[in-house]
């Protein structure tokens, strides 16, 4: 891992660290995901994002920067096909998204689910195991090892039998990642995995995660933390309803691609050999 990034306005100095650089014989070339010219929406209004093109190549970390109502939410559920795009194409490994749907892995914001539910962290990451389901179909010895080895990578093996309801903020979070990895996934979307969760916690996930794409798998963020797409992305794209920018996060994450991004002025400091964006983080991350 790298040095810790700087934090914005010098008040996040405990951020997660970076990630390793790509080795230099990695193949940006063997793509995970292809998105190209989506247009999506919701029945009776205009498109929420516009001529779509991006690229999540195999093992790597790729973060999907924007403000809220950028259209982060809606991109992810038109990849998945929750929502039908109005025009344009997504494949997955090279294939359409609905033959490929087994190899990926969708990991909702934490307020989608329903923590109330009765069941045991155990239920839930087994629930990750059933690709493809059949009615009435068995369970195998393999999902159950599928199920024990998500769990143990993501250092839940002690609370397998606590209702999810009683867990911690991060504790969750882990559990939708151990949900994923059970799935036996290629593919990884993750939506605001960190939002809320302090540093320390953040940092646990980005391990978890460093380990996946060590793995070969890939994986796609969508969030609204500069500092952690700066600092632990090996590739970034600012969003707003299209794409502002797509790149290696020293060189798209610049005043001018922000600014445009979160319709705002925002400022840059030398970091990391490199000027990542910083400034007016704290006064309006509600809003960002």
């Known amino acids: 891992m790298r040095a810790d990034a700087r934090s914005m306005t010098g008040r996040i100095a405990d951020h997660p660290h970076a990630r390793e650089p790509l080795p230099p014989d990695h193949e940006h070339g063997v793509f995970a995901l292809e998105v190209d010219d989506l247009w999506a929406g919701y029945p009776g209004s205009p498109a929420v994002i516009e001529a779509i093109d ?19 939410s809606t991109l992810f559920k038109a990849i998945l096909g929750l929502i039908d795009p109005l025009q344009g194409e997504v494949r997955a490994f090279g294939r359409q998204v ?40 068995s369970w195998t010895d393999n999902d159950g090892e599928m199920v024990d080895y998500a769990l143990e990578q993501v250092g839940l093996t002690g609370v397998i039998s606590r209702q999810i309801g009683e867990l911690s903020g991060g504790q969750r979070r882990r559990v939708l990642m151990a949900r994923s990895i059970a799935r036996g996934a290629q593919l990884f979307l ?42 632990c992305s090996d590739d970034a794209i600012c969003l707003n309803r299209r794409v502002i920018a797509s790149g290696p996060p020293a060189v798209v994450l610049t005043e001018e691609a922000l600014s445009e991004t979160f319709d705002r002025h925002l400022l840059t400091i030398g970091s990391l050999g490199a000027d990542l964006t910083r400034g007016l983080y704290d006064e309006h991350r509600s809003e960002i």
């Open 54 to 72: 991006l690229r999540v190549p195999r093992g790597e970390i790729v973060g999907l920067i924007g403000p809220n109502g950028a259209g982060k």
């Open 98 to 137: 609905a033959e490929a749907r087994n190899d990926i892995a969708y990991m909702p914001q934490i307020e989608e689910v329903d923590w109330n539910f009765p069941v045991s962290v155990r239920e839930v990451v087994q629930m990750g195991s059933y690709q493809g389901i059949k009615p009435f179909a």
């Open 190 to 231: 993750l939506d605001e995995p960190f939002a809320g969760l302090d540093a320390g916690v953040q940092h646990d996930l980005l391990g978890i995660l460093d380990e996946l794409v060590n793995k070969d798998r890939s994986v796609l963020i969508a969030t609204h933390d500069l500092a952690c797409v700066a600092s």
